[in-house]
Structure formats: C-alpha cells, structure tokens
C-alpha cells in the first residue's frame, strides 16, 4: 500500500503526514553526525602514514573486543588479522556434520569495532592447509565490489586491504569468491564491522546512549543434504559435498537455522551473561535472509534495525527485523533476573530449526514489575 493510501485510511490525512514527516527528518538531523567533521576529510598516503596505528586482537564470538565507545577528533589505522578456516564441524545435538568454511575459526567471523573516519586495515590469511581460494567483500567499505576483488587469496597466500569507514554503522562482511558468492556464506562465511559515531551513540533526542557489555549473534541458515531415507549426509570434504549442498540451497528450505554455528551454541555454557542493572547491546547478522529477533521477557530498549547510527533508533521494541545482508543493534537494560531467550521470532526456525539462545542474568527480583499473585492450583468456584 503507498504511504499516502495508508494515512488516508488511517484518518490521518494529508497535515498528519506532513507533521510525521517533519518529526522524522528532525529526528534524523538531531542524531546524524556533522559530515563536514574533519576526521571525514581526504587524506593522502603521507597523510595517513602518519595516523596513530593501533593493533587489535580478534575475538570468538558472541564476545566482542575490547574498545572505546568514544574516539577523539583524529583518526586512526586500526589493524586487524584474520585468518580463513576450513573444517568439518558439529551442528546439532544428533551429531550432524558440515564442511565449515570460516573466518577466523568461527561462525560468525569476528566482529571488528572501529570509529567513523578510522581506517580499517585487515590482513587475510589463507593458509596452505586450505583448498579453496577465499576473499571478504565489507559491506562498509566503498569499491572494488567491497574489497572482494583486491583480496582474492589462494591457499598459502595472505593480502592485506586498507578502507575508509566513512559512515557509522553496522555492517556485514562475507567471502564472496566469484560464482560460489551463496555457497560460501551459508558454509559459514560471514561476520560483522560495527563503526561507531567519533562521539558515542546517541537516542532519537540526541542523548548520549551507554552500553556495559556487548554480544554479536551471526544467524545461519544451512542446507544439510538428505539421502533418500532422509537421513543427513556426510562427506569426506567440502568439494565432495558441493553439488548436493547446492542442489539443497536452491530448494530454499534450510535444515537448520542456527545461531553462532550450531543449534544450542549460546546455551548452557555458551550463554550469553548479564546482571540486572546493566545496558547490554546485542549485534545481530544475517548475510542471507530475514530474521526478526526477539528477547523473551524483555525488549529493545533502543534498537537500530537498518544497523545505521545515524538514523535515530526506535524505542521499546518487541521484536526487531533484520533485512538478510545486513547487521541490527539493540540495547536493553535488564530489570529482573533470569533465564531469557533470545530467538528468532519466526517460532518454527527458532524452535525447530534451531534459531535460539540464553541470556542468564543474575540479581534481585523486583514485585514491582511482575509478581505470581498465587501459584497454579485447582479451579475454585
């Protein structure tokens, strides 16, 4: 239905529109930042080379590296290294196998921070042991079909490719090898970039947003062929299992849909952690299709869903929708203690298919929020 439809059978009219449409661009303007700030400015190679170098160490997720949620006016290089990992791994609890291909070693691939107007410097490493050729293609970056054409490494090769993150945001990175682009993300190929705002973020009045602890769930849909007894299939090497994967993928009906590699893999001792009290955000990535994440129990405080800082976020959402190729953000302060589920709200694929994850928090519970004002017993007359 066109947006003008809408308000007219909304009752809202014409003038209703437009006062939504000016509250919207002001909200916008109030949350973007100033894009004549001078760490956006162009700077040559002698300029650059003289920029402050900072070293980061990747982490596994859901954990996210240590980093500043504020940056001063200058920007910096930010280096990072990651190398591709090819293997057979576990994805459910029955003991189904899959041919891995990954950043890093994990599913998702790092979640790499840097500030807007920071370059982003990765070194990707293919090792010898590998046998495909692999790349990474920044949905941050600008040309070269996002680095994907300038980072093409065999197995024994590594290459090293340098971009401005010149918009904040979140974003998704994938290997995008030409002519098997699906194959390798739905094998486990893809992570996020989170570029955060030189001066923190902020809520759709301009305040200044915090946040005590971060987590980044990558969703997965995979295609686990079946034999004709309907039993998964397993095989010696990813090349050997190529053309039945394929012919699965093209069916677009997923075995599994997984968070972080494998159905219950942020359950249990995988759990994600918080104590009542504390402002948790929650990156959430998906490189092929559309998801709608969901905490049970709480809700997004403030929540990004096109991952981009410079649109101010939506308020007290309960579920949120994450257009595939893409990354959203939401924060939530937790106000009581428990056991959470974080799933994707299309019930089936997280109960079913394995879209599913716990966060356990620990505290005080407050009667004020919520009470059991008698337990379940017989029905009285």
């Not at 504020?70 to 290294?81: D, I, L, Q, T």
């Not at 002519?179 to 009045?205: C, E, F, I, N, Y």
């Not at 948790?280 to 092929?288: D, K, L, P, R």
Request: hydrophobic residues 40%.
């Amino acid at each position: 239905m066109e947006r003008r439809h809408f308000l007219k059978s909304a009752g809202l009219g014409v003038a209703a529109g437009t006062t939504l449409l000016a509250a919207q661009v002001q909200a916008r303007e109030t949350a973007a930042p100033q894009k004549n700030a001078p760490w956006l400015a162009a700077r040559t190679e002698a300029q650059i080379a003289k920029l402050e170098r900072v070293k980061v160490d990747l982490v596994a997720p859901p954990m996210v590296h240590k980093h500043e949620q504020k940056a001063g006016p200058e920007p910096r290089v930010v280096e990072f290294r990651m190398s591709i990992t090819e293997k057979e791994i576990v994805v459910d609890r029955d003991g189904t196998t899959m041919h891995a291909m990954m950043f890093d070693g994990s599913m998702p691939g790092p979640t790499m921070v840097v500030h807007e107007g920071d370059y982003l410097e990765l070194t990707l490493i293919n090792p010898a042991s590998n046998t495909m050729p692999h790349n990474i293609d920044f949905h941050a970056s600008t040309g070269a079909l996002g680095g994907a054409k300038l980072t093409n490494v065999n197995p024994g090769e590594q290459a090293t490719l340098r971009f401005k993150a010149d918009r904040s945001g979140t974003f998704v990175y994938h290997c995008a090898p030409e002519g098997s682009v699906a194959w390798h993300v739905v094998q486990g190929m893809h992570g996020t970039v989170m570029v955060l705002p030189r001066d923190g973020l902020k809520d759709s009045a301009g305040n200044a947003l915090h946040y005590d602890r971060v987590y980044t769930i990558g969703e997965f849909d995979l295609y686990i062929p079946r034999d004709e007894k309907g039993n998964f299939k397993k095989y010696g090497s990813s090349a050997e299992s190529y053309g039945d994967t394929l012919e699965a993928m093209r069916g677009l009906i997923p075995s599994h849909v997984v968070f972080n590699g494998k159905v219950g893999a942020l359950m249990g001792d995988g759990a994600m952690k918080a104590n009542v009290g504390e402002t948790v955000m929650f990156i959430h990535s998906q490189a092929n299709r559309d998801t709608r994440p969901h905490l049970i129990g709480g809700h997004g405080d403030w929540v990004w869903e096109l991952g981009k800082f410079d649109d101010p976020p939506a308020k007290n959402l309960e579920t949120w929708f994450i257009r595939g190729g893409s990354a959203g953000v939401a924060i939530y302060t937790f106000k009581q203690p428990g056991v959470y589920a974080y799933v994707n709200h299309n019930l089936i694929e997280a109960m079913e298919l394995g879209a599913a994850g716990h966060v356990l928090v620990e505290g005080d519970w407050n009667d004020d929020l919520m009470k059991q004002v008698s337990p379940p017993g017989p029905i009285k007359g």
